[in-house]
């Protein structure tokens, strides 16, 4: 066990610092180093109880697990975060038994699974905080779902691609994998608690999973970027105009209001025939990374109006809108003789898809037929 926490102690320490010192400084990061450093102190002081002195009864360290995981999952997932002091409450339960901890410091509140359900002054004690911890770790383990998953589902309408930097699948993961670590300790622990076989303390085995998944949470997080102001290229531009500056001559000064809804039916009219007329003509659907933002700058339109006659007014998320496009492009160019030197792959990269897999699923989505079929029964026509 020794062996475990110099080894987990050595790299949540070294991850820690390398993530809290990584640029551009986000507050992301910040909170993903301050998750790890803590985990890093938690280790010290198991190591400090196993080999020196019981340093403090009560282990309420973990109760900071589940909030910072959580916030760092917002962070990573919202275009402009902002800190909220009511984001101080996720932190209640540690602060109430750090009270407790400093109150009992030289009582024999618990020692790990022995005597737990002894009937002392202080068995109420240890059942509440078990039950408050399953359901802090519960709970705050499906809020970090519940968050990513939304935001699997936002991308779709600010980006035309998916990659692995923005869609946080690793941390999806990963999550899941430290939430069921939790699980299985919880079962031993009360395995043991009732029948008192187990050769360890439960409690210990959660240090074996923290070594390992704190290792792949620094290496993962110190390559991922930040996802709004690095990958999607976030810029805060909701005041740039509303419309073309060929379109404001044929609307009224005081119909140019397009800030949450209230467009009028010929602005939408006018704004979706511009956003079509664009996309045939200049192809901006050609860039594998095409984002709401780059068309927004493009076309002149703010991205939450933007926004609103994709989603509002063309029936189709930003996401559907430009690989529609694609996959008319990829029609074109199978038709044509000057692409025929090209693989599939190969005319599908150039007409703006970044991966095999997407553009396969995208490809028969749209066509009901795989790229190879719907080149096939092409070609038995043109024979």
Same mark, same amino acid.
């Not at 080999?51 to 760092?72: A, C, D, H, N, V």
């Not at 402009?80 to 602060?95: D, E, I, M, Q, S």
């Not at 949470?217 to 999607?232: A, C, N, R, T, Y």
């Not at 095409?290 to 076309?299: F, R």
């Given at each position: 066990?020794?062996?475990?926490?110099?080894?987990?102690?050595?790299?949540?320490?070294?991850?820690?610092?390398?993530?809290?010192?990584?640029?551009?400084?986000?507050?992301?990061?910040?909170?993903?180093?301050?998750? =790890?450093?803590?985990?890093?102190?938690?280790?010290?002081?198991?190591?400090?109880?196993?080999?020196?002195?019981?340093?403090?009864?009560?282990?309420?360290?973990?109760?900071?697990?589940?909030?910072?995981?959580?916030?760092?999952?917002?962070?990573?997932?919202?275009?402009?975060?902002?800190?909220?002091?009511?984001?101080?409450?996720?932190?209640?339960?540690?602060?109430?038994?750090?009270?407790?901890?400093?109150?009992?410091?030289?009582?024999?509140?618990?020692?790990?699974? $022995?005597?737990?359900?002894?009937?002392?002054?202080?068995?109420?004690?240890?059942?509440?905080?078990?039950?408050?911890?399953?359901?802090?770790?519960?709970?705050?383990?499906?809020?970090?779902?519940?968050?990513?998953?939304?935001?699997?589902?936002?991308?779709?309408?600010?980006?035309?691609?998916?990659?692995?930097?923005?869609?946080?699948?690793?941390?999806?993961? =990963?999550?899941?994998?430290?939430?069921?670590?939790?699980?299985?300790?919880?079962?031993?622990?009360?395995?043991?608690?009732?029948? !008192?076989?187990?050769?360890?303390?439960?409690?210990?085995?959660?240090?074996?999973?923290?070594?390992?998944?704190?290792?792949?949470?620094?290496?993962?997080?110190?390559?991922?970027?930040?996802?709004?102001?690095?990958?999607?290229?976030?810029?805060?531009?909701?005041? =740039?105009? $509303?419309?073309?500056?060929?379109?404001?001559?044929?609307?009224?000064?005081?119909?140019?209001?397009?800030?949450?809804?209230? =467009?009028?039916?010929?602005?939408?009219?006018?704004?979706?025939?511009?956003?079509?007329?664009?996309?045939?003509?200049?192809?901006?659907?050609?860039?594998?990374?095409?984002?709401?933002?780059?068309?927004? $700058?493009?076309?002149?339109?703010?991205?939450?109006?933007?926004?609103?006659?994709?989603?509002?007014?063309?029936?189709?998320?930003?996401?559907?809108?430009?690989?529609?496009?694609?996959?008319?492009?990829?029609?074109?160019?199978?038709?044509?003789?000057?692409?025929?030197?090209?693989?599939?792959?190969?005319?599908?990269?150039?007409?703006?898809?970044?991966?095999?897999?997407?553009?396969?699923?995208?490809?028969?989505?749209?066509? !009901?037929?795989?790229?190879?079929?719907?080149?096939?029964?092409?070609?038995?026509?043109?024979?």
């Amino acid at each position: 066990m020794e062996e475990i926490l110099y080894i987990g102690i050595a790299q949540t320490l070294f991850s820690g610092i390398i993530i809290a010192l990584k640029k551009p400084r986000t507050i992301a990061n910040q909170i993903l180093a301050a998750w =790890l450093l803590i985990i890093c102190s938690e280790m010290i002081i198991m190591l400090i109880n196993e080999t020196l002195f019981e340093l403090y009864p009560i282990k309420i360290m973990p109760f900071t697990y589940g909030p910072l995981l959580l916030l760092y999952a917002k962070w990573m997932t919202t275009e402009n975060p902002k800190f909220n002091l009511r984001y101080l409450w996720h932190f209640a339960p540690f602060t109430a038994f750090l009270i407790a901890s400093l109150i009992y410091i030289n009582e024999p509140v618990m020692h790990g699974t $022995d005597g737990f359900l002894v009937v002392d002054r202080f068995v109420s004690f240890r059942i509440v905080f078990a039950i408050t911890f399953f359901i802090s770790i519960t709970a705050y383990s499906v809020a970090t779902f519940v968050v990513i998953h939304r935001h699997q589902r936002k991308l779709k309408e600010l980006v035309s691609y998916s990659s692995e930097k923005i869609t946080l699948k690793w941390l999806l993961g =990963l999550s899941i994998t430290f939430y069921m670590g939790y699980v299985i300790m919880f079962i031993f622990g009360g395995i043991d608690i009732l029948v !008192g076989f187990m050769p360890f303390d439960p409690y210990e085995l959660s240090f074996i999973s923290l070594t390992l998944l704190t290792f792949l949470f620094g290496v993962f997080g110190f390559h991922q970027p930040s996802i709004f102001e690095e990958v999607v290229w976030y810029k805060s531009h909701e005041e =740039l105009l $509303d419309l073309e500056p060929d379109l404001k001559s044929d609307v009224k000064p005081d119909a140019i209001k397009y800030k949450r809804s209230g =467009l009028r039916q010929e602005d939408v009219a006018d704004l979706v025939n511009k956003i079509r007329k664009y996309m045939v003509i200049k192809k901006p659907y050609l860039d594998r990374d095409l984002t709401i933002y780059n068309l927004s $700058d493009q076309l002149r339109i703010s991205r939450h109006t933007l926004s609103e006659v994709i989603n509002e007014h063309m029936g189709m998320n930003f996401y559907n809108l430009v690989n529609e496009y694609r996959v008319k492009e990829v029609k074109q160019r199978m038709k044509d003789e000057d692409y025929r030197q090209l693989t599939i792959l190969g005319i599908a990269y150039d007409s703006g898809f970044n991966s095999k897999s997407s553009f396969n699923t995208i490809f028969k989505e749209k066509t !009901g037929q795989t790229p190879s079929q719907y080149l096939s029964e092409l070609n038995a026509k043109n024979s």
